[in-house]
């Protein structure tokens, strides 16, 4: 006897991620509820980190909608790293997408003005929260945009050095060498 | 796996994230204990990993994030909206296509066969090889209609060239008879027919 609609979420979570996203696929907008709730934070995170602003929720958003539209071509069976995989891939075009249009000239600039103050950004310039918490903001938007993505893509997805790469569309090689070099500088500029 | 690694900071990054095979582990296990200067590197991209985790650690648990509750009810919301309009617009897609004829794809080279081929017998019906002329003695049908139904004459417009008397009308069936052989007596009377007939003018022209 199949369960009512509502009541399938106190399942849902013992459901994989393909699972829902089948269900999701087939109309469930319950699943896609779930699934929506199961990656927000790290997603949204993910997002903030890499453009460092708050456009987050709406890439968030726009993720989503770009999982419903492109539904027809997921198949997991030809999809390394599963349904998780996919969404990151998505998520980080839309951040690139977000990039192209901000002009990447314009971070540039911004950084380029903390860098060469060789200091973190001064007191008069805290928003919320401890000068520790700008310090590491600034550290990680200090990253190369190719290094910043590796290093949260790992951070947030979990997933393999080998799915990251994938979705990066560069050489496992080339991806791990972002990825220690992101490490040690963020390790310098965090000190 | 290690052979693919092309530096020892590959192979200790993917050593520390656990995704060596076993067998490659055991092996990288080996070159650290072998290696101080490995075990040293091996220390501090530890150390460097330790620091950027723990750092965005910190920024998670102090920056808030909006209630997941709003923004799941937001998105999902979205999401409805989006998997109607896709419903729709797939709807729609198969309705055009219904409506359209879907030929099978053997059926188009056929189609342009058959055209060629009526083409041609169009052709072939029209062709009558007495009926052509050389440039020389083109007989020509007025571009304008009915110029010769207006009663104008070379005198009264230069343009119409004169029509060539009757002793150049016989000068030129007899042309045409050397030029494409023996006529027929169906022949002759259709060229009478043409030599008689006022309204066409052999060699002239009607300048536009």
């Known amino acids: 006897m199949p369960l009512p609609v509502g009541s399938q979420s106190i399942l849902s979570g013992a459901l994989g991620d393909e699972v829902l996203f089948g269900r999701l696929r087939d109309g469930d907008s319950a699943a896609g509820d779930e699934l929506v709730r199961r990656y927000y934070e790290p997603l949204l995170r993910y997002l903030q980190r890499l453009t460092g602003s708050q456009a987050g929720e709406e890439l968030l958003q726009q993720t989503w909608m770009s999982v419903l539209e492109h539904a027809a071509k997921f198949d997991p069976n030809l999809s390394g790293g599963g349904f998780k995989s996919w969404l990151f891939r998505i998520a980080t075009n839309k951040a690139n997408d977000f990039w192209r249009s901000r002009g990447r000239d314009m971070h540039a600039r911004e950084g380029l003005r903390l860098v060469t103050q060789n200091e973190s950004p001064a007191a008069d310039q805290r928003m919320e929260g401890s000068e520790q918490q700008e310090k590491l903001k600034w550290a990680i938007m200090q990253l190369p945009e190719s290094q910043r993505q590796v290093v949260m893509l790992r951070y947030y997805s979990e997933l393999k050095f080998g799915e990251i790469a994938k979705i990066l569309g560069c050489p496992l090689n080339t991806a791990l060498g972002r990825a220690h070099k992101a490490m040690i500088k963020l390790k310098q500029l965090m000190e | ?208």
């Not at chain 2, 709003?70 to 309009?85: E, K, N, P």
């Not at chain 2, 055009?96 to 052709?123: M, N, Q, T």
């Not at chain 2, 003695?137 to 110029?147: E, N, Q, R």
């Not at chain 2, 010769?148 to 030129?172: F, H, K, M, V, W």
């Open chain 2, 1 to 208: 796996m290690l052979e693919s690694l092309e530096n020892n900071e590959a192979i200790l990054l993917m050593y520390l994230a656990g995704e060596l095979p076993a067998i490659d582990r055991q092996e990288v296990d080996q070159m650290l204990a072998a290696d101080a200067g490995l075990r040293g590197e091996l220390d501090r991209l530890r150390a460097s990993l330790a620091a950027v985790e723990q750092g965005l650690a910190f920024l998670d648990h102090v920056e808030s994030l909006p209630s997941a509750d709003i923004a799941v009810r937001r998105i999902g919301r979205a999401m409805r909206q989006q998997q109607v309009l896709l419903a729709t617009q797939a709807s729609r897609n198969r309705q055009s296509a219904g409506h359209r004829l879907v030929l099978p794809f053997w059926a188009y080279p056929g189609i342009a066969a058959a055209a060629v081929l009526v083409a041609f017998l169009i052709w072939v019906s029209n062709y009558n090889p007495h009926v052509h002329n050389s440039d020389n003695y083109a007989t020509t049908v007025p571009s304008v209609p009915g110029a010769y139904d207006t009663g104008q004459t070379p005198d009264t417009n230069p343009s119409i060239a004169p029509n060539p008397g009757s002793d150049e009308r016989a000068n030129l069936a007899e042309d045409l008879q050397n030029s494409f052989g023996p006529s027929t007596e169906s022949d002759d009377n259709r060229m009478f027919a043409l030599r008689d007939d006022p309204k066409i003018a052999v060699g002239s022209e009607i300048s536009e």
